[in-house]
């Protein structure tokens, strides 16, 4: 499928369902990703999924392997005329992800970040490539036909494309792009997830505009844009209230209309904006697809902000909604 053959095109967002067994999906996640399928959806990526050898960002993150049930997920998505994509990442040996929305340790992020990834040597960083090229093959194989590299939220991608945290922040764009060529030489669409800003307001203050050009350099097919870093300031990651929606809105837009030859996929309850986005700009859903699956076909029943999908900051094993649930 090519990008420039459809004018606008609607994503289904990766998240992290918690409906896992022993770093394997289960019955419950084919379920969830067929039901959520149809022909009116462009693409649906399953999210968090972690490469060979890395680290889940909690103990219910699902790895990328050659089991039967991967297979099994990306033909459910297919089945009902979406197509299957999957997204690619890792934490660290250690990571905890905070169960508030604003960490009491959130102003020492940033430094921990700087701290773990001045420890990725180069040889690390191409072993780090080397398995998510690895990755990359496996969900090809399983069917999977858009992959996406996960590098927001803090986690271990995130740190390492930022000049800011990491000076070998060039090498690893340089080495995306290699991954996305790879990639698209396999046949499959390729997405970068990328934040705008982590949440702490001094170390965003500075630098952030270039950090976003710098990451739009990459040679992908899509940029998927997110915000926040999970450690800092997660209302950024999960906007809700209208100032941080708007925010998002307007600072996608600005860096899309900075790169209008490429292709960017717009979240944050972007619906209501569906009909007035550039053209380079593409729809992202998420939390309304959650709530309803079929909110597609009715957009009226869509998120109401009730929270349970935050499954990991309530404490509990996987996202619900009381809206799909009833």
């Not at 379920?31 to 889940?56: E, K, M, Q, T, W």
């Amino acid at each position: 499928m090519d990008i420039l053959d459809i004018s606008r095109r609607t994503f289904f967002l990766a998240l992290n369902t918690g409906y896992v067994e022993g770093g394997t999906p289960d019955r419950r996640m084919v379920d969830f990703y067929g039901s959520r399928s149809s022909a009116g959806l462009s693409c649906a990526i399953v999210g968090n999924v972690v490469i060979p050898g890395g680290h889940g960002s909690n103990s219910v993150s699902p790895m990328i392997s050659r089991q039967p049930i991967w297979r099994e997920l990306a033909a459910a998505i297919s089945e009902r005329g979406t197509l299957p994509g999957i997204q690619l990442a890792t934490a660290w040996q250690g990571y905890t992800g905070t169960k508030s929305f604003r960490a009491k340790t959130w102003s020492e992020t940033i430094e921990r970040s700087r701290a773990l990834a001045a420890a990725v040597t180069p040889s690390h960083l191409e072993n780090l490539f080397a398995t998510l090229r690895e990755g990359t093959e496996m969900a090809l194989e399983a069917g999977f036909a858009h992959v996406q590299l996960h590098a927001a939220h803090g986690y271990l991608f995130s740190l390492l494309i930022d000049e800011r945290l990491y000076e070998g922040a060039g090498e690893t764009l340089s080495l995306i792009s290699r991954w996305g060529r790879q990639s698209r030489q396999m046949g499959m669409e390729t997405s970068l997830r990328i934040s705008l800003r982590t949440g702490d307001a001094m170390f965003d203050a500075v630098g952030a505009l270039e950090f976003q050009d710098r990451a739009c350099t990459a040679q992908v097919d899509l940029i998927d844009v997110s915000s926040g870093f999970y450690n800092v300031d997660k209302r950024l990651i999960y906007p809700s209230v209208d100032p941080i929606l708007l925010d998002r809105w307007r600072e996608t837009i600005a860096v899309a209309q900075r790169h209008p030859a490429s292709h960017f996929i717009l979240s944050g309850k972007a619906f209501r904006l569906a009909d007035g986005l550039p053209e380079n700009v593409h729809l992202g859903l998420c939390r309304d697809l959650i709530a309803n699956p079929k909110f597609l076909s009715n957009p009226s029943r869509g998120c109401v902000n009730s929270g349970k999908c935050h499954y990991h900051s309530r404490g509990a094993p996987n996202v619900e909604c009381p809206r799909w649930l009833n």
